[in-house]
């Protein structure tokens, strides 16, 4: 029954993508070469967002209020660049600034990012040019790009208008109904440390290549690419861009503010979307990845939840997982008397001090595990000489759906107490799940603030999410745990149990949502 049920959800995911792309006329044929007409921006205009924001306020106005815009801005970014240069000897390079300010590297305007605050604004962060002049894509990771260093931009559209501006140019690069879309971003959110910045091969971030093993890396409506999630159409259709005089189409538009994980440390500018609103669009993102089950099975005195990467097309967590944590707090309740938790984590205090403190209690994390040559732990990337696989990980990230398993890939599953059960007196009338997510730890940053390359002050603005468990559900939105009880699992729930298991007992999914 899983099997026909996730069977069912895709086909239907699948059917509306093809009903939206036929709709959309994306199979048309398009051109890659730039209309050819006299145009009146020159590159250095070009390279400049504030040009952009004269035709394209809807997309400037949300580009600058993303983490593309923030990159080179980012406190804790320039605090671990400063220190990578300063501990590596140089060695470092343009490593890090290579993809938080790639127009700065390109225009030579810096060899190791330790100068950005001295640099015009236009060459720092991801930006419009950056993206919309690529030519090539050379390598999966590294940010091994060639760009095109001409006055055309090039885009989704397949007949674009001639404007006078800049010549203009369609590119499957920047089209996210195209397969390869994804290599635009795959090269920048693969990092391996290798040569000629490392003395060994070490692939640390690997979101394309988790993707690339997913059901969704495949052409036409059957796939799904990394602009599908991280770029959804807006609500509203109309032109382009808004220039006088010039006949524009209404076309459908995709939004470029990009949430995934990251939140801002410090202010966006005055013309952005700011901080609070970036908070609500990554926590309605990351509301939408993660399917919760709870099953208790008080003739046995065992709880077991199950987390399903529904949505996400690579792992959860994903990108610098070896900072990120994602947690699952589970306690259980007779009456009012709690009989069984996990590790509380208290606000301000990292997951690994609040385990250590909590010694004897089950943490239930999920992390990329990163070790030195000697083994201890590694906080910052230079020293990392090994990612710790999945299989032997004690904190492994939950996979997206795999195309070689894509019905029984993409689960973790706990059982609490982890062996035995609890006492009969025990056995709990209500479970409460939460699950929380920091982009990245107290441990990583107070590392950085011991070795005096972060103000101390950006600790007080790190943020911890609370994910709702379930899409869908009509629970209010500010409650955020998954609550169990055995007349809400009997009037809610839709109990189905896993492959080579008997079913537990009753068993919760709200609003009968399976994952």
């Not at 220039?243 to 994980?261: A, K, N, S």
Request: charged share 25%.
């Amino acid at each position: 029954m899983r099997r026909f049920l996730r069977l069912n959800i895709l086909q239907a995911r699948l059917g509306l993508c093809a009903s939206l792309l036929v709709s959309l006329g994306v199979f048309s044929c398009g051109s890659d070469e730039p209309l050819a007409e006299a145009v009146s921006l020159t590159r250095d205009e070009l390279l400049n967002p504030e040009t952009c924001k004269e035709c394209h306020t809807a997309h400037y106005s949300e580009w600058a209020g993303s983490m593309h815009a923030y990159a080179a801005e980012d406190p804790v970014f320039i605090a671990m660049n400063a220190r990578g240069q300063r501990e590596t000897g140089g060695k470092l390079g343009t490593f890090c600034v290579n993809c938080h300010a790639p127009m700065a590297v390109r225009e030579g305007a810096t060899e190791d990012g330790l100068n950005l605050d001295t640099l015009p604004q236009h060459l720092k962060g991801i930006t419009c040019y950056f993206c919309h002049n690529i030519q090539r894509v050379d390598a999966d990771h590294n940010n091994r790009i060639t760009l095109a260093n001409d006055e055309t931009m090039r885009g989704a559209v397949r007949d674009p208008v001639r404007n006078g501006k800049h010549r203009s140019a369609y590119s499957g690069y920047m089209d996210r109904d195209a397969l390869k879309s994804s290599d635009a971003c795959g090269a920048c959110h693969d990092l391996r440390l290798t040569a000629p910045h490392f003395d060994r091969d070490v692939h640390l971030e690997r979101t394309f290549e988790e993707w690339r093993q997913t059901v969704f890396n495949q052409e036409g409506a059957a796939g799904q690419r990394c602009g599908s999630c991280h770029m959804p159409e807006s609500s509203q259709r109309g032109p382009i861009a808004d220039l006088e005089g010039v006949p524009l189409q209404v076309r459908p538009r995709h939004l470029h503010d990009f949430p995934g994980v990251d939140l801002a440390l410090t202010p966006f500018p005055e013309d952005a979307p700011q901080n609070e609103q970036q908070l609500e669009r990554v926590q309605r993102f990351l509301d939408t990845t993660l399917s919760t089950e709870v099953c208790v099975a008080q003739s046995r005195g065992v709880i077991r939840v199950l987390l399903d990467n529904a949505n996400a097309g690579h792992h959860f967590p994903s990108g610098a997982s070896q900072d990120r944590r994602v947690w699952v707090s589970v306690k259980a309740y007779v009456d009012t008397r709690e009989v069984f938790s996990t590790v509380d984590v208290p606000e301000g205090q990292s997951v690994t001090t609040a385990a250590a403190a909590q010694a004897g209690q089950l943490l239930w994390l999920m992390r990329d595990e990163v070790v030195k040559e000697n083994g201890e732990e590694a906080h910052m990337f230079w020293d990392v000489a090994r990612v710790v696989p999945r299989e032997e990980s004690a904190s492994p990230t939950i996979p997206g759906t795999l195309a070689v398993d894509p019905f029984n890939s993409s689960h973790l599953v706990r059982r609490f107490p982890s062996t035995g059960a609890l006492p009969a007196a025990d056995i709990p009338d209500r479970v409460v799940v939460n699950i929380f997510v920091r982009p990245i730890d107290y441990d990583v940053i107070d590392d950085l603030i011991q070795s005096k390359d972060l103000d101390p002050r950006f600790r007080n603005e790190l943020r911890t999410l609370a994910l709702l468990p379930n899409r869908g559900t009509t629970s209010p939105r500010a409650n955020v745990n998954l609550e169990w009880t055995r007349e809400r699992a009997r009037r809610e729930g839709f109990a189905v149990p896993l492959p080579g298991e008997q079913l537990l007992a009753d068993c919760l999914t709200p609003a009968g949502r399976r994952p």
